[in-house]
């Protein structure tokens, strides 16, 4: 049951957004707005996600992983607070707060979770988790239209959301209630190992202790350091590319709509072929993920690049959405395999809080990269602004090297977490 943990959590997560992409346009209406102040409001999701994504490490690293179904149940119910107080610019400005921590929390959790549960077994998880969030997206996201197409409710929608991620979320705590808080290896110094003296310490031995008690804490401190410029290095890869993922998601259904005059119901093929592509292509590649990590990611950079080559040049809407599924099976490996390839080293203890570093570095580029997109749209036009995000998977490449460079420096990272232990 520990082993499907991350599937449950991941998919509870997929389920909710979803629905929250589908019921949009109904959240808007209800709450009265217009487009530019719905902009805003939605501002206010990031607002919320970064702050709780900063402190929810250190909470799972303390209270252990059944944390994660309890903040994905939590995420369930804020999206039916949602629905229910947004009736005004400034209860949806609030609402929307609370749901981006509750998301943000909810994210760094469960893919603790993953990574956690992929060293204990050696399976590809976080890859197959994430892959298991795309596949929910797509299916909640055409279950919530179907619902919206009959009661026409934000609060139907997000209730029925609110069943389903409760649900998953109960299930992960169930599955995790046996697992160990933090790391049960590294809790404690084996009595084996433990210094004895036959004699009471002398003034020398005792000189001689703390001198070398110096030097394992000026090397953990280094260490440290070292441990965290490699994290914000993976979260800044990664950043890069969320927002090649996210223009895509964001992006597809108006190229479509814009430079080819596709009906709305034609438009919508275009995120719903991405998310799809994302789940079959992170299931395919899961295992050489895990075994291969550089070379996924460098593999997934080309791809990508070739499908944003090819969908800014593509002269009609079949080679244009082509063009976007090629960039999804390109997109969709890159985050799982930093996320994966980054937690590796680091002990069950410290697993939160360094998730928790690269998903919040990594959600920067999640949020510039539809902005960054527009500017480029409103210069160039929707079709050619796909150039800009082949340039920004294209720069990838460049970027991996170091992470082989890093690989030494985060080694020692058992060895700092004992030390952070000790010297708080």
Known sequence: MFRAAPFLGFAGFGAFWGVWGATLPLLRDQAGVSDAEFGVALLFVAAGALPAMLLTGRLVDALGLRVAGVLLALLGITGLVLSVVSVSHAA?????????AGSGAADVAINTL?????????????????????ATVALSSLGAGALAAMAGSVLVNFAASAVVTVALGVAVVAATRSAPVGDAAT??????????????????????????SGGRVAQARAGLGSWRI????IGGIGALAFASENAYQSWSAVLL??????APPLAALAPAAFATTAALSRVVVATITLRHPIATLAGG????????????????????LAGVIIAAAGTSVLFPTLLSYGLRPVPDRSRGRATSAISTVAYLGYLVGPAYFGLLADATGVQKAFLGIAALTAALLATFPALSALKPARAPARDVTAALSDHP
Do not use: K, M, N, Y
């Open 92 to 100: 949806l400005c609030a609402g929307a707060l609370l749901t981006g």
């Open 114 to 134: 993953a990574a956690t549960v992929e060293q204990r077994t050696g399976r590809p998880v976080v890859a197959r988790s994430h892959a298991a969030f795309s």
């Open 187 to 212: 809790r404690s110094t084996p009595a084996s190992v433990a210094p004895t003296r036959s004699a009471p310490a002398t003034r020398s031995a005792l000189a001689d202790d703390a001198v070398a």
């Open 230 to 233: 490699a994290l914000l290095v």
């Open 257 to 262: 709509t814009d430079a080819f005059a596709a």
């Open 301 to 320: 950079s080309v791809i990508a690049t070739a499908g944003g080559l090819f969908t800014a040049f593509a002269p009609t809407l079949p080679l244009a």
